[in-house]
C-alpha cells in the first residue's frame, strides 16, 4: 500500500484558481467513491474539507471542491485567498484501510 | 460539539512499547457507525494512517504496521487506546485521533490537538 501521489507543492494569486491532484491506482482512489481531503496550517491539525469525492462538510467554503477521473481525485480551489495557504493531503479508502498522500504545500503568492 | 485529545508519553527508548489515549467527548463509540481512528505525522513529512476501530469493536490495521499496533476502546471511559511495540526512531512523529462517522463515511471529520512522540535513547 502506496502513498498517493501529490505535486509537492502549488501556487496562485489571490483571487486566481489552483487544482490539486492526486493520484493513485484501481485498489483505492480509482476503486471507491471514498476520497477525502484535509488543509493543514502550520501547527495545528489537519481539518476535513471535502469527503465522497466532492462534498464539503458544513462550513467549508464552497471555493472548495473535489473531482475524481480514473485513478486521480482533485481538488480546485477557487477564489484564493491568504488564508489558504497551507498544506493539503488527500486520503482514500482502501478497502478495509485507508491512504494518504504525500502532502502539497500551497502558497498564495 | 465533538472533541478528542491524545495523551501519553512525549519520550520513549528504542524498543519500548508505546500506549496512547485518546479521550473524547460529544459522541459515544457504543453509537452504531461511529469510528475512532490514529494518523501520524513526522516532522516535516506527510500524514499515514495507522488503526481504527469501530464501534461494533471491528479493528482496522495499516498493513505495513499491523503486527506492531493494538487498538482498543473502553466505551464507559469514552476512550480509545493505541499501543505500539519496538518503537524505533523512525517512529517519531505527532499521533492524532480523529472521528468517523457512518453521515461522512471512510473520512475523520474532526481530529485532536496531537501528541508528539520522540523515540531516542
Known amino acids: 500500500q502506496s502513498a498517493l501521489t501529490q505535486p509537492r507543492s502549488v501556487s496562485g494569486s489571490p483571487g486566481q484558481s489552483v487544482t490539486i491532484s492526486c493520484t493513485g491506482t484501481s485498489s483505492d482512489v480509482g476503486g471507491y467513491n471514498y476520497v477525502s481531503w484535509y488543509q493543514q496550517h502550520p501547527g495545528k491539525a489537519p481539518k476535513l474539507m471535502i469527503y465522497d469525492v466532492s462534498k464539503r462538510p458544513s462550513g467549508v467554503p464552497d471555493r472548495f471542491s473535489g473531482s475524481k477521473s480514473g485513478n486521480t481525485a482533485s481538488l480546485t480551489i477557487s477564489g484564493l485567498q491568504a488564508e489558504d495557504e497551507a498544506d493539503y493531503y488527500c486520503c482514500s479508502y482502501a478497502g478495509s484501510s485507508w491512504v494518504f498522500g504525500g502532502g502539497t504545500k500551497l502558497t498564495v503568492l | 460539539q465533538i472533541t478528542l485529545k491524545e495523551s501519553g508519553p512525549t519520550l520513549v527508548k528504542p524498543t519500548q512499547t508505546l500506549t496512547l489515549t485518546c479521550t473524547f467527548s460529544g459522541f459515544s463509540l457504543s453509537t452504531s457507525g461511529v469510528g475512532v481512528g490514529w494518523i501520524r505525522q513526522p516532522p516535516g513529512k506527510a500524514l499515514e494512517w495507522l488503526a481504527l476501530i469501530y464501534w461494533d469493536d471491528d479493528k482496522r490495521y495499516s498493513p505495513s504496521l499491523k503486527s506492531r499496533l493494538t487498538i482498543t476502546k473502553d466505551t464507559s471511559k469514552n476512550q480509545v487506546v493505541l499501543t505500539m511495540t519496538n518503537m524505533d526512531p523512525v517512529d517519531t512523529a505527532t499521533y492524532y485521533c480523529?472521528?468517523?462517522?457512518?453521515?461522512?463515511?471512510?473520512?475523520?471529520?474532526?481530529w485532536g490537538q496531537g501528541t508528539m512522540v520522540t523515540v531516542s535513547s
Open positions: 480523529a472521528h468517523m462517522i457512518w453521515s461522512i463515511p471512510n473520512a475523520f471529520d474532526i
